[in-house]
């Protein structure tokens, strides 16, 4: 394994150089196989597990790793903190795949830099863990998700409200630039950094847009048109509507979608209060920290409209200099933004319902279902799991022949609403089903037995149950032996739990 350092060639206005706090005893705890095969690591947890220890805790530094702590700015709840980057993490470097596809390698938990402000640089052994847990879920419920490679225990204790053990978990993500970290630089008018981290986001992740490289020219970097900022912000726009409607698809709440936490890649960054939905309810909050149900489940469309408008403000000065041409320029792209999200958004709910195709009457359809299951608190991942269960062609016909023989006023709202989405699809039931069964999973990471995994693990040491919910997480649209284990709701529905930041 051999690493590359493509953002740190970009300078030192980017980063601080810093390196990893060695720590006394790491072991490695978790290992992600899968993922080391995909990016070409041949190292094992069976053959080289103590020098996995030693890497990945920063103890001893990979060939080629020069680390750093990235500097970026954000919003924080709506309110814009100027400086904030990386407390408590190091990038290593990247590696590129046999796809040539590259990813960044960062250490989180991995001590302090310049950026730590009052924090202690560590990361407690739970959120290590529940990152692993819920970033691999969320991959195998095909959800863009930043990824786990590794957890190390560090044998140092970390002090929140007691003392827990520690542990560094390393993150891989397609980068690690973040709506914040254009922020950082707009926020002091340093527009050469603004376009060289432009021109950078766009060779790393957009390489569909074509730069103008001038011949004989003394610059260094291709020149940034007006197209090349449009069509880069609507490229980031599109990745953002794919992660957000992956998310309201399978229940997912971030918790926390501060700017500093909204990658321009489109990849869930930042598991620390996330959590899932079990009773469908728009305001589902968990988050201790969003006492105002600000990041609210059904509000994370409105706020990544408002993140990439932050974006939007960052990237005006190179759209154009004159800004209202800019604004001109840039406006119509948020506009489309809202418009596709909302079409993507029910599009994706009648797939949910096994409908192929969006039409007339089906947004009617989706609204009506949510509003009968918030009003009656149906768990959002069994009921479309029951909807589909019992679908046969025999099952709807008979259905609909038998309630046009009822009183109208007989028929209960659920009846209603089930002859309507009936008729809708009873030309092919059969493919109906297929359509569910791809769009709805069986088994999600459950707030309680998240919960219960992770105690287990922090408590006595064992991993055995931990392992077990990730063979089941990692094949959720399957039923395999362990299934129907984990997928019962909590007691009183979650009604008080809460989940805390990381830090």
């Given at each position: 394994?051999?690493?590359s350092?493509?953002y740190?060639?970009?300078?030192?206005n980017?980063?601080?150089?810093?390196?990893?706090t060695?720590?006394?005893?790491?072991?490695l705890l978790?290992?992600?196989?899968?993922?080391?095969?995909?990016?070409?690591?041949?190292?094992?947890?069976?053959?080289?597990?103590?020098l996995?220890a030693?890497y990945?805790?920063?103890?001893?530094l990979?060939?080629?790793?020069?680390p750093?702590a990235?500097?970026?700015?954000?919003?924080?709840?709506?309110?814009f903190?100027p400086?904030?980057?990386?407390?408590?993490?190091?990038?290593?470097?990247?590696?590129t795949?046999?796809y040539?596809?590259?990813?960044?390698?960062?250490?989180?938990?991995?001590?302090?830099s310049?950026?730590?402000?009052?924090?202690?640089g560590?990361?407690?052994?739970?959120?290590?863990?529940?990152?692993?847990?819920?970033?691999?879920?969320?991959?195998?419920?095909?959800?863009?998700t930043?990824?786990?490679?590794?957890?190390?225990a560090?044998?140092?204790a970390?002090?929140?409200?007691?003392?827990?053990?520690?542990?560094?978990?390393?993150?891989?993500?397609?980068?690690?630039?973040?709506?914040g970290?254009?922020?950082?630089?707009?926020?002091?008018?340093?527009?050469?950094?603004?376009?060289?981290?432009?021109?950078?986001?766009?060779?790393r992740?957009?390489?569909?847009i074509?730069?103008?490289?001038?011949e004989n020219?003394?610059?260094?970097?291709?020149?940034?048109s007006?197209?090349?900022?449009?069509?880069?912000?609507?490229?980031?726009?599109?990745?953002?509507?794919?992660?957000?409607?992956s998310w309201?698809?399978?229940g997912?709440?971030?918790?926390?979608?501060?700017?500093?936490n909204?990658?321009?890649?489109?990849?869930?960054?930042?598991?620390?209060?996330?959590?899932?939905?079990?009773?469908?309810?728009s305001?589902?909050?968990?988050?201790?920290?969003?006492?105002?149900?600000?990041?609210?489940f059904?509000?994370?469309?409105k706020?990544?409209?408002?993140?990439?408008?932050?974006?939007a403000?960052?990237l005006?000065?190179?759209v154009?200099?004159?800004e209202?041409?800019?604004?001109a320029?840039?406006?119509p792209?948020?506009?489309?933004?809202?418009?596709?999200?909302?079409?993507?958004?029910?599009?994706?709910?009648?797939?949910?319902?096994?409908?192929?195709?969006?039409?007339?009457?089906?947004?009617?359809?989706?609204?009506?279902?949510?509003?009968?299951?918030?009003?009656?608190?149906?768990?959002?991942?069994l009921?479309?799991?029951?909807?589909?269960?019992?679908?046969t062609?025999?099952?709807?016909?008979?259905?609909?022949?038998?309630?046009?023989?009822?009183e109208?006023?007989a028929?209960d709202?659920?009846?209603?609403?089930?002859?309507?989405?009936?008729?809708?699809?009873?030309?092919?039931?059969?493919?109906?089903?297929?359509l569910m069964?791809?769009?709805n999973?069986?088994?999600?990471?459950r707030?309680?037995?998240?919960?219960?995994?992770?105690?287990?693990?922090?408590?006595?040491?064992?991993?055995?149950?931990?392992?077990?919910?990730?063979?089941v997480?990692?094949?959720?649209?399957?039923?395999?032996?362990?299934?129907?284990?984990?997928q019962d709701?909590?007691?009183?529905?979650?009604?008080?739990?809460?989940?805390f930041c990381?830090?």
């Open positions: 394994m051999n690493l350092n493509q740190y060639a970009l300078g030192k980017f980063y601080q150089e810093t390196l990893p060695a720590v006394a005893e790491p072991v978790l290992w992600n196989d899968p993922l080391a095969d995909s990016l070409g690591i041949s190292l094992s947890a069976e053959a080289d597990n103590e996995l030693q990945f805790s920063g103890n001893q990979i060939e080629g790793s020069k750093i990235q500097a970026y700015s954000g919003h924080q709840f709506g309110h903190n400086q904030l980057g990386d407390g408590r993490a190091h990038l290593l470097g990247d590696l795949d046999e040539g596809s590259t990813w960044d390698i960062q250490l989180k938990g991995s001590g302090t310049f950026f730590s402000r009052s924090g202690d560590r990361c407690a052994l739970g959120p290590a863990l529940r990152e692993f847990i819920m970033s691999e879920a969320m991959h195998a419920l095909g959800v863009p930043t990824r786990c490679l590794a957890v190390v560090t044998g140092q970390v002090y929140r409200e007691r003392a827990l053990p520690g542990a560094i978990v390393t993150r891989i993500a397609s980068s690690h630039i973040r709506v970290t254009f922020q950082f630089f707009a926020a002091r008018q340093d527009f050469q950094s603004l376009k060289k981290l432009t021109r950078f986001a766009i060779e992740h957009f390489p569909e074509k730069l103008v490289k001038v020219s003394k610059l260094d970097e291709p020149l940034l007006s197209e090349n900022i449009l069509d880069f912000f609507t490229a980031v726009l599109n990745k953002q509507v794919t992660l957000v409607v309201l698809r399978v997912f709440l971030h918790g926390v979608m501060n700017t500093d909204t990658a321009i890649s489109g990849e869930t960054i930042d598991y620390g209060p996330c959590a899932m939905m079990n009773n469908y309810h305001g589902t909050v968990f988050s201790s920290i969003d006492r105002n149900g600000r990041y609210a059904g509000n994370q469309s706020i990544i409209q408002w993140n990439m408008a932050r974006l403000d960052c005006l000065p190179l154009n200099e004159d209202d041409i800019a604004l320029k840039i406006t792209l948020l506009q489309q933004f809202a418009n596709d999200l909302q079409y993507r958004y029910f599009e994706m709910m009648v797939n949910k319902l096994g409908i192929a195709e969006l039409a007339e009457g089906d947004i009617e359809l989706v609204n009506d279902l949510l509003r009968l299951m918030q009003d009656e608190q149906l768990d959002y991942t009921h479309f799991n029951h909807l589909a269960e019992n679908l062609q025999t099952a709807v016909d008979d259905f609909l022949n038998d309630i046009e023989k009822m109208t006023q028929q709202q659920w009846q209603l609403w089930l002859a309507r989405w009936y008729r809708r699809i009873s030309d092919d039931v059969a493919a109906t089903k297929r069964e791809r769009n999973p069986l088994v999600i990471p707030n309680h037995h998240v919960e219960a995994v992770l105690e287990s693990a922090q408590e006595s040491g064992d991993l055995s149950a931990l392992h077990e919910f990730l063979t997480l990692q094949q959720p649209y399957s039923h395999i032996a362990s299934t129907e284990k984990y709701v909590p007691c009183g529905g979650d009604e008080n739990y809460h989940t990381g830090t």
